[in-house]
């Protein structure tokens, strides 16, 4: 089944606390992003890449690093979370050409 | 600089009525225009896009280049469309994908 697959699904965190939310696709896309979604602020890009090594920030990239080693997998991470980094996270990719993002369930991040 | 707008972050109607959800965007070139919904506690998923022209439950939005509008409608609203909507114009030249801040609409019995 074609999807994208993001893990942990929920986390709890203490500030200062590395941590990586992994996302997995299957379906050889090029384009993968990561989100931020909170009330009343919608969802914000905060960092994309369109292949292999090719990444760039979104909107709010401060507090986040992102990899992107191998096509299927595009990581996100925390190196030193903060509480205003709570938040419901998705990851989507997407082929090159202007076709539909695929998301994945969501990761909700709690950093106390 | 890139931008979509969603002017209304909640629009509230009543079961049958009429339904607008307006997107507006300012982007060079020509881009893809989508719409994106998510209903509680699930991930986002396409509900159209603008060169498929289809209708998708009962929604359709035209794309106004002059306006650079992408307008989200429905004749008649249903309580299972109470969610969150997002406009997501791509662009044809670096294809990110970025989306607009969002409407929350609720359906009221």
């Known amino acids: 089944e074609a999807q994208v697959t993001q893990n942990p699904r929920y986390l709890i965190t203490v500030t200062g606390k590395k941590l990586t939310v992994t996302c997995s696709q299957n379906m050889n896309h090029e384009y993968m992003s990561w989100y931020r979604q909170d009330p009343g602020l919608g969802l914000r890009q905060i960092y994309y890449s369109m292949n292999v090594e090719v990444t760039d920030k979104g909107d709010v990239p401060e507090g986040y690093k992102v990899s992107r080693k191998e096509k299927r997998n595009f990581p996100l991470i925390l190196e030193s979370p903060s509480p205003n980094q709570t938040s419901l996270y998705f990851c989507?990719?997407?082929?090159?050409?202007?076709?539909?993002?695929?998301f994945g369930q969501g990761t909700r991040l709690t950093v106390v | 600089a890139q931008r979509v707008t969603q002017p209304e972050k909640l629009l509230s109607v009543f079961k049958g009525a009429p339904v607008e959800l307006k997107c507006n965007y300012s982007?060079?070139?020509?881009?893809?225009l989508f719409w994106y919904v998510q209903y509680s506690r699930q991930r986002l998923q396409l509900l159209l896009r603008?060169?498929s022209r289809e209708s998708i439950k009962g929604f359709t939005a035209d794309l106004n280049k002059g306006e650079t509008s992408f307008h989200l409608k429905k004749p008649f609203a249903q309580e299972e469309d109470s969610a969150m909507y997002y406009c997501?114009?791509?662009?044809?030249?670096?294809?990110?994908?970025?989306f607009g801040p969002g409407t929350r609409l609720s359906v009221l019995p």
């Open positions: 989507a990719s997407s082929i090159q050409e202007s076709t539909e993002a695929f």
């Open positions: 982007y060079s070139g020509s881009p893809e």
């Open positions: 997501a114009p791509r662009d044809n030249y670096g294809q990110n994908f970025v």
């Open positions: 603008h060169i």
